[in-house]
């Protein structure tokens, strides 16, 4: 056995092939929280009497024939086969009865910001990666704690915000995500790393992410069904038709995924949007929504000691479609006027290039702020060393 490191002077030893890292006894954990039937739960909150009842959102197809597909079925709905992004007519012969409600984003986006500052209050690092996903990143954590901070998560949204959850939680986000996806509706399913491959091994290889019906088809034709199965092969078998998805896959088979890609441990960016009650047409009304914004974000990265390299702002357009735009400053700034400066400058930009072609008007504003240091010298030294 080799000698052991005390803990915080960790050698370049420590990185060496065959000779184990410093032992962590408190691992980063993955929470990733994914939103029930989102769209759904979203309205019901505004019509409590629809509980229970089998409700689609998406455009109605009493208005006419239409080519829309359905945007969320809540779960008594399900069991007729109605999904999401099936189409609607096909949704409409499975399910007859089905109370139809046309989607309103602005409510959704809305909900979505909310149910981010709620995971917040949980940890400086969340990454958003849907509407209705996010990952929360607990770096140095027990197992009961990133089991009871699951637990008040999906409480919090439950009580606060009307909105069911479910959990998955894992020391990489792809476990994570695929024990969320077997936590549904409203549960939470926590995956030990030393569990992850009997986990794994009886679910069918659809269950990972980035694995669709050809991939899927290609493995069958090797008598690959399940992830288990998927675990006995040697990635050399599958370099052929898979290429160099194969290692990956048979690693995360037999419960050792890649690494996230965020595992610096060090928080990447930080972003915060508004969505408008009304569509923006004045620059004075965007230029004060920026002002605001950018204060926001400035103040909360003051809270959390952290500096920023590079500001962006994106402009999402009446039509859905979405610019933006991103500078660096050079070396790390802090404070609110530096970030209000850039924010606005690069808001002005976008809105002079779209005025001076199409001319829609402004829906959501979101303001970002990258490549993110700690304020002191020795907050580095510190992260460095945990
Ligand atoms: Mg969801």
Excluded: N
Excluded at 57 to 64: A, C, F, K, R
Excluded at 98 to 122: C, G, N, Q
């Amino acid at each position: 056995m080799p000698p052991s490191s005390p803990r915080g002077s960790s050698s370049p030893l420590g990185t060496l092939p065959g000779v184990p890292p410093v032992e962590s006894s408190r691992p980063r954990w993955v929470l990733y929280v994914d939103l029930d039937a989102f769209y759904v739960s979203c309205e019901l909150r505004d019509r409590p009497e629809l509980r229970g009842k089998p409700v689609v959102v998406g455009p109605p197809p009493s208005e006419g024939p239409t080519r829309g597909v359905v945007l969320s079925a809540s779960y008594e709905a399900r069991p007729t086969g109605v999904r999401s992004a099936m189409p609607v007519g096909v949704a409409a012969r499975l399910c007859p009865e089905a109370i139809w409600i046309p989607p309103d984003f602005t409510k959704y986006e809305r909900a979505s910001r909310e149910v981010r500052s709620v995971l917040r209050r949980h940890s400086p690092t969340v990454l958003p990666f849907s509407i209705d996903e996010a990952a929360v990143i607990l770096h140095d954590a027990s197992m009961d704690e990133a089991q009871r901070t699951a637990e008040t998560i999906q409480r919090e949204l439950a009580s606060e915000l009307s909105l069911p959850a479910s959990i998955g939680v894992a020391t990489s986000r792809v476990i994570a995500k695929i024990a969320t996806d077997r936590a549904k509706p409203a549960g939470i399913r926590l995956v030990a790393p030393d569990e992850a491959a009997a986990f794994l091994a009886p679910l069918p290889v659809r269950a990972i992410p980035g694995v669709g019906p050809k991939t899927e088809g290609l493995l069958r034709g090797l008598g690959i069904q399940t992830i288990g199965d998927l675990a006995a092969r040697r990635p050399s078998e599958l370099v052929r038709p898979l290429g160099t998805f194969a290692s990956e896959l048979v690693s995360l088979a037999r419960g050792e995924p890649r690494p996230d890609p965020d595992t610096s441990e060090e928080p990447r960016s930080r972003s915060t949007d508004h969505t408008f009650a009304r569509d923006v047409e004045q620059w004075e009304e965007l230029e004060r929504a920026v002002r605001e914004l950018a204060g926001e974000l400035a103040t909360s990265l003051d809270h959390e000691g952290l500096r920023f390299g590079t500001v962006g702002v994106a402009l999402r357009w009446a039509d859905f479609t979405r610019t933006q735009r991103s500078r660096s400053l050079g070396a790390a700034r802090e404070g609110t006027v530096p970030l209000t400066e850039a924010a606005v400058r690069l808001a002005r930009e976008l809105w002079e290039t779209e005025r001076s072609s199409r001319r829609r008007p402004v829906r959501t504003l979101s303001v970002r702020t990258e490549r993110l240091v700690p304020r002191t010298q020795k907050q580095v030294f510190l992260d460095e060393f945990r």
